[in-house]
């Protein structure tokens, strides 16, 4: 399921966005040159927080998730969580939303992705934005950290209290979601 693909959840966040620059993005996976520049328009600030490394490893994970920066003055109100909840167990899926609804304004977005697996469900995979609606997907680490995708209902309830306000799913079975946080 390498290559380059349309992402209709992106387009749904970025639809409604402001290009100028007021948002405060979390971005959970690695800094990246090219996420930087497609999300600088929106940003008065962007942080990567390079959650996904560490996912489904218990002493790593707790380390990073306390480390999830806080921003008091200006919280989120867009994260990009990319795959993190499929990396997760149950307990490290409720300590991630709970953090997240913690550091993020009211009426926050998040953008998630379920159910993609790389290779024939064997592995995990990076994805790096190119453009505001279009995103590329490579494996990496097939044989490391196990897959647990949600279910669409489960979806919904690990969320809480950010609410699915879009959901898409994609030829490879993969599924988009845009949630907002309830005010």
């Not at 927080?49 to 490893?57: D, E, T, V, W």
């Not at 913690?102 to 064997?122: K, M, N, Q, S």
């Amino acid at each position: 399921m390498a290559g380059e693909r349309r992402s209709p959840g992106l387009a749904a966040l970025f639809g409604v966005l402001q290009e100028d620059g007021r948002h405060s993005i979390l971005d959970l996976g690695a800094a990246s040159g090219a996420h930087l520049r497609l999300l600088g328009p929106f940003a008065r600030q962007v942080r990567f927080a390079s959650l996904l490394a560490g996912a489904g490893r218990d002493e790593a994970w707790d380390d990073a998730l306390r480390a999830l920066p806080p921003n008091p003055a200006r919280p989120y109100d867009v994260v990009l969580a990319w795959d993190v909840l499929d990396r997760l167990g149950a307990e490290g899926r409720a300590a991630l939303v709970a953090r997240l609804a913690d550091v993020t304004a009211p009426r926050a977005r998040l953008y998630a992705i379920a159910g993609a697996e790389g290779a024939g469900g064997a592995g995990r995979l990076a994805f790096t934005l190119l453009d505001h609606d279009r995103l590329a997907e490579r494996p990496v680490d097939v044989t490391g950290a196990e897959i647990r995708p949600l279910l669409p209902a489960q979806m919904e309830r690990v969320l809480m209290p950010f609410e699915v306000m879009s959901a898409f799913m994609l030829r490879s079975g993969a599924r988009e979601y845009v949630a907002m946080k309830r005010p």
